[in-house]
């Protein structure tokens, strides 16, 4: 069975892109414009991992994260930020809230893969 993995962006073509480079790769993939977005496609789904953006409307990654930690299915799930901050303040905004790791767009596919890989094992 494959696993399942949601990834959260406002940009569809970003979206789209990173859909694409984790179904090549064999994942199945939930995708959601932003926190609520994906807060509302939930509805008690097994997701394996998350990747989400930073800055988004609505609800952003680091507020996306914490509701994720809140929700005991999702407490220990992988959560990885993609997205264009490198800053070392918004990475410890973000490892506080509970991100697992952070990929700085744009980014390579097999970067990508190599990380979900080596999270979800």
Do not use: C, H
């Not at 994942?27 to 509302?40: I, Q, R």
């Amino acid at each position: 069975m494959s696993k399942t993995i949601m990834t959260v962006d406002d940009s569809v073509s970003l979206r789209q892109m990173v859909a694409f480079t984790i179904k090549q790769a064999g994942y199945d993939v939930v995708e959601a414009g932003d926190g609520l977005d994906a807060l509302s496609k939930l509805n008690g789904k097994a997701i394996d991992m998350f990747i989400t953006d930073l800055n988004m409307p609505n609800m952003d990654g680091i507020e996306l994260i914490k509701s994720l930690r809140d929700n005991s299915a999702y407490k220990f799930t992988p959560i990885i930020m993609l997205t264009t901050e490198s800053q070392n303040g918004k990475k410890q905004e973000g490892k506080a809230a509970g991100a697992t790791g952070w990929i700085v767009k744009p980014f390579k596919p097999e970067q990508l893969i190599a990380v979900i890989r080596k999270v979800l094992g």
